[in-house]
């Protein structure tokens, strides 16, 4: 997804050179198929996601209400990952303790639902903006922190979170936590609620996926790659340091938390035990194994972390954690760039293969 | 233009500069040369401020430059190239010279990430003034190439890119032919002369290679220990006997 405009100029040459080395005799059609494959090396990546998102909108009509509900919770996690990607993959930096913006996000939409029959779809700005306000105030730290130690102090976040929102009984609702109403689909669209859940996730999804694309592509997220590559030459370049790694972890919660607020509406429920360290650090090995720094990576990493865990399950009942633990280390191993990169290879030697043929 | 007083600085014990001085006016070509551990690197790491002056004073275009905080150098028209190459791998050549026009842009992280118009507009007027940068030395062809992986000649020219995207009026160039071959040695000499002339900038050099000095700077500087020992045209700081001395050692 780098831009297909910086990738067209190779493969055009390398047809051209074919068709001189060629004779003549291939005529015409070989010229009709050259023009298409052409086009398509040219626009793959908006004809990928032009076709991803024909699936997207088909497949609810297609399955059962869980299989739909599933895919539903790996869009919500996509874009709890988009978030994390943004901090970790861009911006070089890390949080253990992501899933407490996620929570932050769903607790919040809760609570509004729940004390003042907020409108659910209200509740998501509102939700993101207070993740976003906590993710700036966490990204103080992360000013001065490198590695591990932002590591241990991100990974406190997540610690904390849980026996706060056990604390804070009247509001939160304790341990027993709160349960809600979902989202009723208005008549006019005719879907059932699953449906409906699910389109609403994909909007989600799709406007910040576009949002962290034009972050990416401009001046700003040049500045994250920068920071990320190396810190002394983009302080010399003129890239203010501290301002950039703060509003990054501060954006990258927003994310999380407008993740959560949808969780919220889908799920119906929130208990603090959904949001323990060990979400942080499942969506953390969602992104790496997804793809660190590319856009494909949290679609992916979403897929891993709503399948894995549960296919896992089906393995070996006893042991999930084993099982779960032995597939990152293979993907690991076979796609060191994550499924994104897997994906980008196969995608490449695709393509040869297309020319040659 | 520039105009350093008693610059000292210390690391622990070790006195790296010691009560330099020396000045740069505009449109010059300044060399500084001097043995390894001079402190010349250091002399460009307080000029950029990432190293604080313990005592001194430097003057840039009037205004106090230690005083400037270190990500407002660039903003004030001074860029610089590193000793070991500061750019940034994973990025392409393109994106690499474009952060070095970072300060010229006004997009923030809402602005940016909505695509506003004026947003679109600034970078299609940055990548546009970056293709022609790129044109202009050579590297069109790896524009979209990862800094990874590019021969060294390559990449001192992306780094030499870079600094230049930011229109800066003083250029820092840290050992820019350190590596290079003979050719391309003369080869970055002839394109730094094209520059100076076509940018308007005054450079300061630091370089070990003397042909590179004496062949492009209107003065040179040597440093030694920490002080400086000569100042002059390329040919008096060549007679100079201190500087024979530093270099060569003493006749016993």
């Known amino acids: 997804m780098s831009g297909p405009a910086e990738t067209a100029g190779e493969p055009m040459t390398a047809e051209k050179s074919e068709t001189v080395g060629k004779p003549v005799a291939a005529g015409p059609a070989a010229g009709r198929r050259g023009a298409l494959v052409r086009a398509v090396t040219a626009h793959r990546g908006r004809l990928a996601v032009a076709a991803l998102l024909a699936v997207a909108c088909y497949l609810p009509f297609q399955l059962v209400p869980f299989h739909v509900f599933q895919l539903t919770m790996v869009l919500v996690y996509a874009v709890a990952l988009l978030g994390l990607n943004l901090l970790v993959g861009h911006a070089g930096q890390i949080s253990l303790g992501h899933g407490a913006f996620f929570a932050v996000g769903a607790y919040g939409t809760a609570i509004m639902i729940d004390r003042w029959d907020a409108p659910h779809l209200a509740t998501l700005p509102v939700a993101a903006a207070a993740a976003f306000a906590l993710g700036l105030a966490f990204g103080l730290p992360a000013v001065r922190l490198h590695g591990l130690y932002l590591a241990l102090v991100t990974l406190a976040i997540a610690v904390f979170l849980v026996p706060l929102l056990k604390r804070f009984e009247s509001v939160t609702g304790g341990s027993m936590g709160l349960t809600l109403g979902k989202p009723a689909p208005p008549a006019w669209t005719g879907l059932a609620e699953d449906q409906w859940l699910y389109f609403l996730a994909l909007a989600v999804a799709v406007v910040t996926f576009l949002l962290a694309r034009g972050l990416l592509r401009s001046r700003v997220g040049r500045a994250l790659h920068a920071v990320r590559d190396d810190e002394a030459a983009a302080e010399v370049m003129g890239v203010r340091l501290s301002f950039h790694k703060t509003l990054a972890f501060a954006w990258s919660a927003m994310f999380a938390g407008a993740a959560g607020s949808v969780y919220t509406w889908v799920i119906g429920f929130v208990s603090p035990d959904s949001f323990s360290v060990t979400l942080s650090i499942t969506l953390l090995a969602g992104i790496v194994v997804g793809g660190l720094g590319s856009l494909a990576g949290p679609l992916l990493g979403g897929l891993f972390v709503m399948f894995v865990p549960s296919i896992s399950q089906d393995v070996n009942e006893a042991a999930p954690g084993v099982v779960f633990g032995l597939l990152i280390i293979a993907v690991m191993y076979v796609a060191p760039a994550g499924l994104a990169g897997l994906a980008a290879r196969l995608a490449r030697s695709t393509m040869r293969i297309l020319r040659k043929g | ?252």
């Open chain 2, 1 to 252: 233009m520039l105009e350093v007083r008693d610059l000292t600085v210390r690391f622990g014990g070790i006195t790296a500069l010691d009560g330099v001085g020396f000045s740069v006016r505009r449109g010059e070509m300044v060399g500084l040369i001097g043995p390894n551990g001079a402190g010349k690197t250091t002399l460009f790491n307080c000029l950029t401020r990432r190293c604080d002056a313990g005592s001194g004073t430097v003057r840039y275009e009037g205004a106090d430059l230690l005083a400037v905080p270190p990500h407002a150098i660039a903003a004030a028209g001074i860029a610089r190239t590193f000793q070991n190459l500061g750019l940034f791998p994973r990025m392409s050549v393109r994106d690499n010279v474009l952060v070095g026009a970072h300060h010229r842009g006004g997009a923030g992280f809402l602005a940016a990430s909505l695509r506003l118009p004026r947003v679109r507009r600034e970078e299609a007027r940055l990548r546009a003034e970056a293709d022609g940068l790129l044109d202009r030395l050579a590297l069109a062809a790896v524009a979209g190439h990862p800094a990874a992986g590019l021969p060294f000649g390559t990449l001192k020219r992306v780094e030499l890119a870079r600094a230049l995207a930011g229109r800066p009026r003083l250029l820092l160039l840290d050992e820019p032919v350190n590596g290079l071959n003979s050719a391309e040695v003369g080869e970055f000499a002839g394109t730094l002369r094209a520059v100076r002339e076509e940018f308007d900038v005054t450079v300061v050099v630091v370089e070990h290679h003397m042909g590179f000095v004496m062949g492009t700077c209107d003065r040179v500087v040597c440093l030694n220990f920490g002080r400086r020992i000569a100042e002059g045209t390329p040919e008096e700081v060549r007679r100079d006997p201190g500087v024979m001395e530093a270099y060569l050692g003493a006749a016993v």
